[in-house]
């Protein structure tokens, strides 16, 4: 789901809120002014879910690739 608010999109793909659960893995990034902000969250080698705030650079691939065996690796080598 992409929702814009305000001029700034941001997009929830599959579990995303998940509070030290065993078993999930998860990788953030921010840029320095605060305007984009990703959270790759990955449970047994397969991407669980993602948010994406502020830019749908990876969006395409995040849809392509929730349920999939997906490294954090490979997520950390995503266009920035």
């Known amino acids: 789901n992409t929702l814009k608010v305000a001029g700034i999109e941001l997009t929830s793909i599959?579990?995303?809120n998940l509070l030290d659960e065993p078993g999930y893995q998860v990788f953030?990034?921010?840029?320095?002014?605060?305007?984009?902000?990703?959270?790759?969250?990955?449970?047994?080698?397969?991407?669980a879910g993602c948010i994406l705030l502020g830019s749908?650079?990876?969006?395409?691939?995040a849809r392509r690739s929730v349920g999939r065996q997906v490294s954090p690796a490979e997520v950390q080598a995503l266009p920035w």
């Open 56 to 61: 749908r650079a990876n969006l395409a691939y």
């Open 28 to 47: 953030q990034r921010q840029d320095e002014p605060g305007e984009r902000y990703e959270k790759w969250v990955f449970r047994d080698g397969k991407l």
């Open 14 to 16: 599959g579990e995303v």
